[in-house]
């Protein structure tokens, strides 16, 4: 199918390995994605190996990213919007696509851009191994803002910075749009936790993204290694009082696993994990939660609140699960396990492309509507696993309309 082009809106893991799979197959892909970096929530995840691995599918995530990015049928379009998108027989998008100050395919990754910048404006990406290594934040840039800097351009090694350049419209002709454009987490401010007034509670992306990039876990208050901590679970689901019935299905996993690395990397650490219900999947599960309950203090019951006590500390009220007597316990870094909502721009993109959401706000769960598919958490919870499978059973239904529609 040489003669076939596809749209990708999304490039998370659903986007990558489904623009991937029709690359294979010969067929173009323009995947757009809105972001700076390519590879959605999952490349800022921390590999969870402790003596073997966990399967916690981190490197799943980079590996789509490396084998999309080097594939020649695939065109990445990132910092960029679908802005329209028309049927005519084939699909006409018009997609607004930002101005690409740093040359991906000439930038080496050296940092030296980064560490010239007097204003913070080069933004470093999550993947150490695969361009874009850089991007450049224009409300940030001195030279953007009066052209009174341009150190990074000079600077560069690689010549791949060029400050002059602009935005651009394009227009893009497609025979399928794929819809992948992923989920929120959700926003825990307006929970009794403290989460942007203390500190030291922040959520399960955070932590992830700190053992990402500083291999440990660390207070954000002093940068001191926490010696307690308490994991709070389902955080935004199962929560019939703001409507979100859904399990996130993937938050227990994922908080066991980095409790589990931290307790290996910080063995001084003593860790609480309050929870409703241990929602994990997977058939080497029984064993690794066996092993877990030896390490890990568990408490079946969710925190009420938590409070601010002396140097940053958190003191954390709970109901005794037997006794129902209320309880507390001080902690120095809390941790909450944030769950899957539907993305902020969901419905504004199923107003676009004319398909329908469920109750919840995903996508419905029909692949299918008129060409086009939808694929990954843009359809509810799912695993990296379970995301890139389905975005096989997508490419499937495309490919078998793209034969039929020939
Ligand atoms: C706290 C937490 C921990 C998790 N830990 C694990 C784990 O350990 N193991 C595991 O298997 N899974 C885990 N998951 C699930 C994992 O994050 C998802 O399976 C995976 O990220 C889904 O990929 P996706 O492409 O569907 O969505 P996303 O990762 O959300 O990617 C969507 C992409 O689309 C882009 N986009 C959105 N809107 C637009 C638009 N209008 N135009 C262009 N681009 C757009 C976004 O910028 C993003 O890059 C975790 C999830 C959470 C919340």
Redesign the pocket.
Known sequence: MTDKNVLI???????LSAALELARLNIAVDL????DF?????IR?AC?ATDKCVK???CA?EEKLRDALQHPNIRLLAG???QKVAKNGRFSAVIQKKAGYIDPQKCSGCAICFEKCPSGAILRGFSKSHSPFYALCEEKCLYVKDKSCGLCQEACPEAAIDLEVSGELLHCEADAVIA????S?FNPESKPYGYKVFRNVI???EL?LMLRLESRAIRPSDNTEPKKIAFIQCVGSRDAKLGHLWC?K??C??AL?MARLIKMRQPQSEITFFYMDVQTFGKDFQQFYEVIQKEIRMIRSIPGDIFKVGNDCLRVIFLNPATHETLEDIFDLAVL????TP?D?TKS?AELLHIETDDSGFFSRSLSQNGIFT????RGP??????IADAGNTVYETVKYLAAEQ
């Open positions: 809106i999304g490039g998370g893991v659903a986007g757009v994605e809105k972001g390519p590879g959605g929530h999952a995840f969870k916690c599918g981190a995530a960029s919007h679908v992948a454009t992923g989920f987490a959520t399960n992306l992830e996130s993937v938050c996993g994922s696993r396990s944030v769950g899957i993305s721009e993109l694929a990954g958490t843009a799912m695993s990296i696993a379970e995301t």
